[in-house]
Each structure stands twice: as C-alpha cells, then as structure tokens.
C-alpha cells in the first residue's frame, strides 16, 4: 500500500512564499515522477508543476518565474517552492505519484 501526504500549506500574504513537500511511502516504494495540481473552489484541478525521474520539469505558464519543483530521492519526497504567491494561487495542492497515486491535498490561501 502507498501512502502519500502533503504539508507545508497555510495562510500567505500575497506576494509571500510558501513550500509544500510530498512524501510517499509504501512496501518498496520509490518515486520515479512527481507532480503539483491545484484545485481552486468550483474550479477542476489543474497541472501546477512536474518532476521526471531524471529531473526534468514542467511548469504551468501562470507559475513559471515563481515556483519551482525539486525532489530528494532519499527521502522520496518533492517539494514545490511557490514565490511571489498571489491571491490567484489560492486553493487546494494536491501531490501526483508516479501517475498513480494521489495524496489528499493542502489547502494554501494568498490573501490580505
């Protein structure tokens, strides 16, 4: 079974920054690609943010300049650095695993 948890989300003033991490875990378990959604209120979820295995990303154009997606192997955890936030960021992030496997989100909130 894998299990993957979000954190790192919260209230942020617009213009401020915040970073997200995602850990997966599970019976030999380890993570070949990772991605950032988000999902705003009455809105669908939306591609943010993606890490191959070797590292390539791939961002949304609203984010690019502003976030940036890392990984550390060895604690098979990404992370998603957002600067510059604006209030247009605000919603819930959730953590794509492998193509497979979806944590249950954090709630990230740009407002004065």
């Known amino acids: 079974q894998v299990q993957v948890v979000e954190s790192g989300g919260g209230l942020v003033q617009p213009g401020g920054s915040l970073r997200l991490s995602c850990v997966a875990s599970?019976?030999?378990?380890?993570?070949?690609?990772g991605g950032w959604y988000r999902q705003a209120i009455g809105e669908q979820r939306d591609l943010v943010a993606t890490?191959?295995?070797?590292?390539?990303?791939n961002y949304a154009d609203s984010v690019k300049g502003r976030f940036t997606v890392s990984r550390d192997n060895a604690k098979n955890t990404v992370y998603l650095q957002m600067n510059s936030l604006k209030p247009e960021d605000t919603g819930v992030y959730y953590c794509?695993?492998?193509?497979?496997?979806w944590g249950q989100g954090t709630q990230v909130t740009v407002s004065s």
């Open positions: 794509y695993i492998n193509g497979a496997f």
């Open positions: 599970g019976t030999i378990f380890s993570i070949r690609a």
């Open positions: 890490i191959t295995g070797i590292g390539t990303t």
